[in-house]
């Protein structure tokens, strides 16, 4: 059964850092490329950060870039997502998905408040 897992979310002050972490099983993970997305409250779903097969190639939102960080570990089937300096309207839930086969996790909520 192929499914992906995330998990790390939680409440953190404005300026704070998560790891976010998702888990995939039932597929080879190595072939294929993956990605974070988030979901707020009366926004649209957006691409956060996307990450090529071996890890090499990563592409970032502009809402997002110099501060979150995507990464892979083939070896044992996981992504990351590194997120630092963390502002309110990162507030959303989470999701890590497979590009290919649009197969999606069940989300992890972040919320940044004071």
């Known amino acids: 059964q192929v499914q992906l897992v995330e998990s790390g979310g939680g409440l953190v002050q404005p300026g704070g850092s998560l790891t976010l972490s998702c888990v995939a099983s039932?597929?080879?993970?190595?072939?294929?490329?993956m990605t974070w997305h988030r979901k707020a409250p009366g926004k649209e779903r957006e691409m956060v950060a996307s990450?090529?097969?071996?890890?090499?190639?990563?592409v970032y939102a502009d809402s997002v870039k110099g501060r979150f960080t995507i990464s892979r570990d083939n070896d044992n089937n996981m992504m990351y997502l590194q997120m630092n300096n963390l502002k309110p309207e990162d507030t959303a839930v989470y999701y890590c998905?497979?590009?290919?086969?649009?197969?999606w996790g069940q989300g992890t909520q972040v919320t940044v408040s004071s």
């Open positions: 039932g597929f080879n993970f190595g072939d294929y490329a």
């Open positions: 990450i090529g097969s071996v890890g090499w190639d990563t």
């Open positions: 998905r497979r590009i290919r086969g649009d197969i």
